[in-house]
C-alpha cells in the first residue's frame, strides 16, 4: 500500500495506471492529507465484489436456516381439554422433523377446538359433495338414476 497526495497522482498518472494494472499495486490517494480513494486493479476490485456477493449470500443462507429452524429448547403449545393450552418440553432429543409434526398438529387442534357438531357435519357433507361432482365431472359416476337405467 502506497500513500500519494492528489496533486503528485495527477503527476503520475500514466505510470500509477501501469504499476496498478501490471503489479497489482494499491494507492492511497490522499486530499489535505486525509485519505480520500483508493486506485487498485479492476481484477482486484471485482475479486473484492465477488467476495461481498458471496458473503451476502452466505449471510443470507445462516440468516434463513437460523429463521426456519425453531428454538429447540422453546416448548411446544398443545390444546388441553379443558380449553386451556400447556407447554410441552420433550424429554428426549426430537429431530427438526417431529418437532415440526408436533407444532403444526398442535396448531390444527387449536384452530379446531372451537368447532361443534354441525360444523363437522357441514363440512363432511360439503367434501360429499365435492367428490361427487368431481366423480361425476371426471366420468367415474353418474349424475342422475335415471340416467343408468337407460344406459344400462
Known sequence: MLILSVSEAKRQIKDLVEQVGGRNQVYYITRYSRPKVV??????????????????DELAAISATLDASP????????????GGVRAFQPHRPLSAEARDAIRRAAQMALTQRNRTVEHVIQDGRAALDRAREEAIRDGRAIDDEAEAVFDD
Open 71 to 82: 428454538d429447540d429448547d422453546a416448548p411446544i403449545w398443545l390444546p388441553t381439554p379443558a
Open 39 to 56: 486506485m487498485l486493479s479492476v481484477d482486484q476490485y471485482e475479486s473484492l465484489v465477488q467476495q461481498v456477493h458471496r458473503l451476502q
